[in-house]
């Protein structure tokens, strides 16, 4: 199919990097990218990212949500305060 688009000029930016990154033609990059936004989500690939142990918690997590309310109760009683 034949068509004409107008792109923003940032997303133009981007197409002529990704153009340029992989030596593609205006019509094979707009074609992949049009193809993979299309695709479903469970034909996706799978992304991997890297695991990174972070040691051993410096407080109890067990009371996390309490103390994360107790912070917040905090907080929005100093925003009354200062009228902020």
């Given at each position: ?15 002529t990097k990704l ?43 067990e009371h996390a ?5 107790d912070l917040e ?12």
């Amino acid at each position: 199919m034949r068509t004409t688009i107008t792109l923003d000029p940032d997303v133009e930016a981007m197409l002529t990097k990704l153009m340029q990154e992989r030596d593609l033609s205006f019509k094979q990059a707009v074609n992949s990218l049009l193809r993979s936004a299309l695709l479903p989500n469970e034909v996706r690939p799978d992304y991997s990212f890297a695991v990174h142990h972070l040691g051993k918690p410096l407080v109890p997590l067990e009371h996390a949500l309490q103390l994360a309310s107790d912070l917040e109760d905090e907080e929005i009683a100093r925003k009354l305060a200062t009228g902020r």
